[in-house]
């Protein structure tokens, strides 16, 4: 069975430009989650789909990312314009079962870099 | 609000035990246990439930305080292998909205050595 990938590994992008991350789920996993490690802090949630839906975007930073999950298979992450805080590494997890308790698996990741 | 983990770094010789723990202030419905070696994606190892019910790998051992809503992980007979990053993350809500949604502490930096 194919694990949790993303694209890019890697990205360096200048301040004010736009990136767009993609994470592909396990096959047949509902819930698609993201999150975002910033260097020397803890990773963060960002937000939760359920198949395509938004279940929960309380941590989205603000109106410059923008996730979408069209058909609720693969997801995508947009950052418009980027800023130099927004480096870090984003990571993707997925998970099957609609309910508390149930183990996520997590991507690479993507790396990312605003200069 | 955030876990805290402790210790922030342990450095054994193969071979050796270590107990890493994760506490929160708030009550928690679960704490998961996940390993990262760098530039890999975090690793599941186990869930705890409220309850005691728990998921994950055989060989890895973990207890969870429901009073205390502290977390251990232990780890025996350590490996090479075992090196790496212990992050947990703590669920706090039973249903609604924000199931899945997990708070993560900063992490254990574990380093096993020959």
């Known amino acids: 069975e194919a694990g949790v990938t993303q694209f890019p590994s890697h990205s360096v992008i200048e301040k004010g430009q736009t990136v767009t991350l993609r994470c592909d789920p396990i096959s047949g996993h509902d819930n698609l989650y993201w999150y975002r490690r910033v260097m020397g802090k803890e990773i963060k949630f960002l937000l939760h789909?359920?198949?395509?839906?938004?279940?929960?975007e309380s941590g989205m930073p603000n109106n410059r990312f923008l996730a979408e999950r069209t058909g609720g298979t693969y997801s995508t992450l947009k950052v418009q314009p980027a800023e130099l805080e927004d480096s870090g590494v984003y990571f993707c997890a997925s998970s099957q079962d609609a309910t508390t308790g149930n183990e996520q698996y997590f991507g690479p990741g993507t790396r990312l870099t605003v200069t | 609000q955030q876990p805290v983990q402790s210790p922030q770094a342990v450095i054994l010789r193969e071979g050796e035990d270590a107990v890493i723990n994760c506490s929160s202030s708030k009550a928690l419905y679960s704490v998961h246990w996940y390993r990262q070696k760098h530039g890999e994606a975090p690793v599941f190892l186990m869930i705890?439930?409220?309850?005691?019910e728990q998921k994950g790998h055989e060989k890895i051992s973990a207890s969870f305080n429901e009073k205390k809503q502290q977390s251990s992980l232990y780890l025996t007979a350590s490996q090479l292998s075992y090196s790496g990053t212990y992050f947990c993350g703590t669920e706090g809500n039973a249903g609604g909205t924000s199931y899945g949604k997990l708070t993560f502490g900063q992490g254990t930096i574990l380093t096993v050595h020959p």
């Open positions: 705890l439930l409220k309850g005691g």
């Open positions: 789909f359920v198949k395509e839906s938004k279940q929960d």
